[in-house]
């Protein structure tokens, strides 16, 4: 196991992650297992999950497969790992909805949805993960994966930037709020990183439209460990004074 920046080392810590299944949360859980943490993986394609363990060590996952729209259940899920495995020291909350649809074409059925799953879902498990009997005592830290959507404007794109740009706003209330507790919340927020996700939004795209937005990236598109490793960054403890910021992470898209 490489470890070339021993600077972030979780001491086999457990951390939450969503969206493990693929893409950038599955770059993510390896990137943590690599800094010796143990990653409790959520999503609800086990299949997919299984595939993410199998890129880590043995002993430094576990797998819960479960939609996040059913919030009821997440305060249970947690408690029964705290009961099993161990305190919490971390959340990285990288599941999303995105769906590109012009103002035109707005539905609401469509924005409910992705505001459960790119909102109120993060702060349901939040809540749930920041409680005294399951964080550990010393602290921990909160990490959500956003967009630069939320800071930026993008045709098409307006249902999807309203939910990151909530949760960044959420994120910098929380961080104040729980610093007295020694818990971190901060935000990352990629640009354009190629995954299924991302390859999905593009099918409605023309060839031209998605060579503009690569173009726009003065250092090209990302890639998922790109964000992983500044994901890991955030969330390892030795990060201990850096809370409420919102760290972009682009190829120099929004410096422009």
């Known amino acids: 196991m490489s470890t070339d920046v021993p600077f972030v080392d979780f001491g086999r810590g457990w951390v939450v992650l969503t969206g493990a299944s693929s893409g950038i949360g599955r770059a993510i859980a390896v990137e943590l297992a690599r800094r010796f943490a143990r990653v409790v993986l959520v999503g609800r394609n086990e299949a997919n999950l ?6 880590m060590p043995e002993g430094a996952s576990r797998i819960v497969v479960q939609d996040l729209r059913q919030v009821d259940v997440l305060m ?5 790992h705290v009961e099993q495995h161990g305190r919490i020291c971390g959340l990285c909350y990288c599941s999303g909805v995105v769906e590109t649809r ?3 074409s707005f539905q609401a059925s469509g924005f409910h949805e992705m505001v459960e799953v790119n909102v109120a879902a993060a702060l349901e498990l939040s809540k749930a993960v920041c409680r005294r009997d399951v964080m550990t005592p010393e602290g921990g830290a909160l990490l959500f994966i956003t967009s630069i959507y939320g800071n930026v404007g993008m045709p098409g794109q307006m249902a999807y ?4 740009g909530a949760l960044q706003s959420a994120a910098r209330s929380m961080a104040i709020e729980l610093a007295r507790r020694r818990i971190r919340v901060n935000t990352l927020s990629p640009g354009l990183v190629r995954t299924p996700m991302t390859e999905a939004a593009f099918a409605v795209l023309s060839k031209e439209q998605v060579k503009h937005l690569e173009d726009a990236h003065p250092l090209g ?3 998922p460990e790109d964000v992983a490793r500044a994901a890991a960054f955030l969330l390892a403890p030795q990060s201990g004074w850096i809370t409420g910021i919102d760290l972009v992470i682009d190829g120099g898209y929004t410096a422009q």
């Open 50 to 55: 299984q595939a993410t363990a199998a890129l």
């Open 76 to 80: 249970p899920l947690v408690r029964e």
């Open 102 to 104: 012009p103002l035109g």
């Open 161 to 164: 930037s309203a939910t990151k």
């Open 221 to 223: 598109t990302g890639k």
